[in-house]
Antibody, heavy 126, light 107 residues
Framework: QVQLQESGPGLVKPSETLSLTCTVSGASVNSEPYYWTWIRQTPGKGLDYIGYISNNGKTDYNPSLNSRVTISADTAKNHFSLRLSSVTAADTAVYYC??????????????????WGKGTTVTVSS | DIRMTQSPSSLSASVGDRVSITCRASQGIGSYLNWYQQRPGEAPKVLIFGASTLRSGVPSRFSGSGSGTDFTLTINTLQPEDFASYFCQHSYMTPYTFGQGTKLEFK
């Protein structure tokens, strides 16, 4: 059974860097055909896609965060990480890591997030 | 970015009812539409991908339809555990975006 678990500080000061790690068990971060994503949720804005890292290290970031976000993976520790720099109160959210997988329906490939971590709350405040 | 608009934002129903939630994309997305259920304090859980394919293990009372810009999630014979929030999400291209959610509440 695949499980994901987020970890990291629950409180970050404005202008500092938010750093979270997602530890994966039951699967490998470098196994195909998976992508490893970060999503955040706020009461006001709902669910937001932050970005992903693929099994071979390719990354994709939401352009709204592009200049501030970095997603990396450590295959030895079987985890992947999120760094978000220059945070403001608007970055206060529940942060989820999730596995993006591919569903094959009559040879059409659909991407969806099939396994999620429980989420971790990050508050940006001085 | 593709904007996803769900309606209604909240819905009151009773156990045994049939309900439908709609999701509209700001441009055509083929069938690249997923539906998630989220219970309070929990992470979202995928119900349907590819607009109409039921994820393994999801009860058959859930169904999805639509293509292009208009999509529907239907829940037949509501069960107590179905009272939750529901989100659509497109996977047509990145950045993936979500609808704002529909909260299904007891009448």
């Amino acid at each position: 059974q695949v499980q994901l678990q987020e970890s990291g500080p629950g409180l970050v000061k404005p202008s500092e860097t938010l750093s979270l790690t997602c530890t994966v068990s039951g699967a490998s971060v470098n196994s195909e055909p998976y992508y490893w994503t970060w999503i955040r949720q706020t009461p006001g804005k709902g669910l937001d896609y932050i970005g992903y890292i693929s099994n071979n290290g390719k990354t994709d970031y939401n352009p709204s965060l592009n200049s501030r976000v970095t997603i990396s993976a450590d295959t030895a520790k079987n985890h992947f990480s999120l760094r978000l720099s220059s945070v403001t109160a608007a970055d206060t959210a529940v942060y989820y890591c999730a596995r993006l997988t591919i569903g094959d329906v009559w040879s059409i490939y659909y991407y969806y997030m099939d396994v999620w971590g429980k989420g971790t709350t990050v508050t940006v405040s001085s | 970015d593709i904007r996803m608009t769900q309606s209604p934002s909240s819905l009151s129903a009773s156990v045994g009812d049939r309900v439908s939630i709609t999701c509209r994309a700001s441009q055509g997305i083929g069938s690249y539409l997923n539906w998630y259920q989220q219970r309070p304090g929990e992470a979202p859980k995928v119900l349907i991908f590819g607009a109409s394919t039921l994820r393994s293990g999801v009860p058959s009372r859930f169904s999805g339809s639509g293509s292009g810009t208009d999509f529907t999630l239907t829940i037949n014979t509501l069960q107590p555990e179905d009272f939750a929030s529901y989100f659509c999400q497109h996977s047509y291209m990145t950045p993936y975006t979500f609808g704002q959610g529909t909260k299904l509440e007891f009448k």
